[in-house]
């Protein structure tokens, strides 16, 4: 069973029935095929290098809007790479083959220089290539294919290729340049084995998980500790994690902290990752509290200062075990604004210094589809005045509401995938981080989870305090303070992090990576991880955290 294969034993293990994979995730062949036998399938790392000038000597070489009127200002190219074939593995319910480039905007010579990655299963016999399309609107400017003959070998390094197309009224006297390389999906940057031997005890670190208890359920919160034993500790990290995260990180404990003398402290606040390996999923439906898969990363109350005490909790956890000389808090994506916020509210006497991994600090337009919606969620506290406009595009205001849910596919109506008690469809994207990066699924969703007002309105409280206080000419800290980001972040917005940031205080370094995943250390190349991991290493040193 698929449920038995994806179990890690720890020694604070709690059998919650409930929270499961999916009992009959291994009877749809395709899934069952995708987790249990990753030998058969392979990834196609995509770099979309962008459009050039054929002729470099040519001035109007480029891509045109189509129409009587058309120029270049208006063209904002899409680009999206799919496998194709009789059995690649990918279906439009599991679209594992497809990877979707941002557009561009405003450019007669789009360039992306992003990458991506496909999914697709071994053999030409199933695999025939790989199909590129860009499109503007209902132009189409560049559609090529590359047979999978043309890939290069496992492990090769990237091998680039140049598509030029005859000119059309939409591509004049322009080419499209791409490269490709190839990895096993057999081989993972952090897999199974190194993430169960970080949840166990061994000779030099203790671990455990500590419960915080709360009057309801979906207020409690789990604290996973790592001490050391031979050698204790004098400096320890606090670590918040992001919405639908989870502890999957060990590259990133080992390199930055325990091997560094670090005791580490994983705080896992309510609805999120060791929470929702207990169930602890449950929001309030006729008046009586039930569980909802779909709550997973949900904040009940609308608020964040909801976590105060369960973030006082863990630093008493860590005050009774040790009178840390040096402590550093680490947050990523929600975990920023749920550590800001405790910051802004109750001080920072706690911590020494502060590590933010892309923190979400401002709703990105590309994340939630388009600058309407952005503005949208960022004004869901005025719910009286925007009720018409929230109710055209379907955001009920209620904290436990769910902001559109994934339906189930035509495809697996007769055998639907069910978690407590709710249909649930795998998410794809999930699915290719969790090729490179292992993860329990009872701790991290695997399947579609959809935004919840109460989430939406708290982290856009958060921020609009955030805002007030940069207009009064205040910061939160003046401790020393690293943000890390990348402008292949494909949930935020790098630019819009880094203005943010700076709101957060002036003793501050901020670093911008190129090609780097939302989550810096779960990127889809080992390099882009090894230099973010140096990259941040070198920042402790020079802090004196080293």
Not at 16 to 35: G, H, Q, R, T
Not at 148 to 153: L, T
Request: with cysteine; glycine share 6%; proline share 4%.
């Amino acid at each position: 069973m698929i449920a038995d294969l994806l179990t890690i034993k720890t020694p604070n293990e709690v059998a919650v029935e409930s929270a499961d994979p999916p009992a009959n995730i291994d009877k749809i062949p395709l899934y069952s095929d995708f987790f249990t036998k990753p030998e058969l399938y392979q990834r196609i790392h995509v770099h979309l290098v962008g459009v050039r000038p054929t002729d470099p000597a040519d001035s109007y070489a480029g891509v045109y809007a189509g129409g009587l009127f058309g120029s270049y200002y208006n063209v904002s190219p899409s680009a999206t790479v799919e496998t194709y074939g009789p059995n690649t593995g990918s279906t439009d319910y599991f679209d594992v083959g497809k990877h979707t480039f941002l557009a561009k905007c405003n450019n007669k010579i789009p360039h992306w220089d992003r990458r991506g990655f496909c999914i697709f299963r071994k053999g030409s016999e199933n695999t025939e290539g790989i199909k590129i399309a860009i499109v503007n609107g209902e132009d189409e400017l560049f559609h090529c294919k590359l047979p999978s003959s043309d890939f290069p070998a496992v492990g090769e390094d990237w091998k680039e290729f140049v598509y030029a197309p005859a000119d059309t009224a939409t591509v004049q006297g322009a080419e499209l340049v791409y490269k490709i390389r190839i990895t096993d999906c057999k081989d993972q940057i952090s897999g199974k084995d190194a993430l169960a031997k970080f949840l166990v005890s061994t000779k030099d670190l203790s671990y455990s998980e500590e419960v915080v208890e709360a009057t309801f359920k979906m207020d409690n919160a789990v604290v996973q500790c790592w001490r050391h034993t031979k050698k204790p500790a004098s400096k320890a990290v606090l670590w918040f994690l992001g919405r639908n995260d989870c502890f999957m990180h060990p590259h990133v404990a080992k390199t930055l902290f325990t091997d560094k003398g670090y005791d580490l402290y994983v705080l896992n606040y309510s609805s999120n990752g060791m929470c929702r390996k207990r169930g602890w999923l449950a929001g309030e439906i006729d008046s009586e509290w039930v569980d909802n898969a779909f709550l997973n990363a949900h904040n009940r109350a609308g608020d964040f200062d909801l976590y105060f005490d369960q973030i006082e909790a863990a630093m008493k956890i860590m005050k009774s075990y040790k009178d840390y000389g040096k402590i550093i808090g680490y947050a990523h994506s929600t975990g920023g604004p749920v550590l800001i916020n405790y910051l802004m509210k109750k001080g920072d006497d706690f911590f020494d210094g502060f590590i933010f991994n892309s923190p979400f600090l401002d709703w990105s337009a590309d994340a939630v589809g388009s600058q309407m919606g952005e503005f949208i969620i960022e004004h869901l506290g005025i719910a009286t005045s925007m009720a018409p406009l929230l109710s055209y595009f379907n955001l009920a205001m209620d904290n436990d509401s769910c902001l559109g849910v994934t339906a189930t596919p035509e495809e697996l109506k007769d055998k639907p995938l069910t978690y407590l008690g709710q249909e649930i469809v795998l998410s794809s994207w999930s699915a290719k981080l969790y090729s490179q990066f292992y993860f329990d699924f009872r701790c991290r969703p695997l399947y579609d989870v959809p935004m919840t007002p109460g989430f939406a309105k708290g982290v856009t409280k958060l921020q609009t305090e955030l805002l007030k206080l940069n207009a009064e000419n205040k910061h939160v800290t003046q401790k020393p303070f690293m943000c890390i980001t990348s402008r292949s972040d494909d949930i935020l917005t790098a630019s819009e992090t880094l203005e943010r940031i700076d709101y957060v205080g002036t003793n501050r370094i901020e670093i911008e990576l190129h090609y780097n995943a939302h989550d810096v250390f779960l990127s889809d190349d080992a390099d882009d991880v090894v230099m973010a991991l140096e990259l941040t290493k070198s920042w402790m040193n020079t802090q004196g955290f080293e």
